[in-house]
């Protein structure tokens, strides 16, 4: 199961290296899939704001002490469905196919602490962190950090009385020079997740997902995320 969850191989690739018909493999990577994702569920948690202060590394301290989460949502290309109503829900404008999106928030330290679901690539990142119960993770004075694509949630972080930190919007075709520090300051920071990002795709499996496992895609990209979790940290102290 792992050598194609790692290296992307196809069923018939795997059926020569092990000289098992291509729909025992099959099988055997969708029953291995769905019970390693029961068994590792527990994995990928929200830790407790005590937690997360004691393990804040020192590039938050200054600016974002009560960070509780990076934030950001991911598209992953698949291949074109079969129906129409699938081929609707999945386009993506902005990658100009067809793809899946999921909110995946990690903690200042690089873990993975929420991975939700998986939505259709037409649906917004601000409407994927509304729906997917994300924001009642929230406790008061959660800094939840974010980039421009996130403006949706305002009113929903607000609500848990928590602080929605973005980067500044450009007015007036230029930064003020405060604008440009908390630019920078966020963006610091942001990148951990981008670094997540390329960690999670390194798993070729997630490279082009096939029609045949976009049933179990939420299982899969929980096992991609749990692998993350138990490699090397994101973020050296």
């Excluded at 050598?3 to 092990?18: E, I, Q």
């Excluded at 909110?103 to 939700?116: D, Q, R, W």
């Excluded at 920078?184 to 670094?195: D, F, G, L, T, W």
Aim: proline share 5%; hydrophobic share 40%; charged share 20%.
């Amino acid at each position: 199961m792992l050598m194609k969850v790692k290296l992307g191989l196809t069923y018939s690739a795997l059926s020569t290296f092990f000289s098992v018909h291509r729909t025992t493999i099959s099988r055997v990577f969708s029953e291995c899939l769905l019970i390693l994702s029961h068994k590792t569920n527990n994995l990928i948690f929200w830790p407790s704001k005590t937690t997360i202060v004691d393990t804040l590394p020192e590039v938050f301290k200054k600016h974002y002490p009560h960070c509780r989460c990076i934030i950001d949502c991911t598209e992953i290309r698949v291949e074109q469905p079969q129906t129409v109503q699938q081929r609707v829900c999945l386009y993506s404008r902005y990658k100009g196919g067809y793809t899946i999106k999921v909110l995946v928030a990690i903690t200042p330290n690089g873990m993975v602490s929420f991975l939700s679901k998986a939505y259709g690539g037409r649906s917004s990142d601000s409407f994927i962190t509304n729906d997917s119960g994300f924001l009642n993770k929230l406790e008061p004075g959660d800094q939840v950090l974010a980039d421009k694509g996130f403006p949706g949630i305002q009113p929903g972080v607000e609500g848990q009385n928590s602080i929605l930190v973005m980067p500044p919007m450009l007015h007036n075709g230029r930064f003020s020079e405060e604008e440009v520090i908390k630019t920078y300051n966020v963006a610091s920071v942001r990148i951990h997740i981008e670094r997540f990002f390329a960690r999670l795709k390194s798993f070729n499996v997630l490279n082009k997902i096939t029609t045949d496992l976009l049933q179990y895609i939420d299982n899969l990209l929980l096992i991609c995320c749990v692998l993350v979790n138990l490699s090397s940290p994101i973020i050296k102290q």
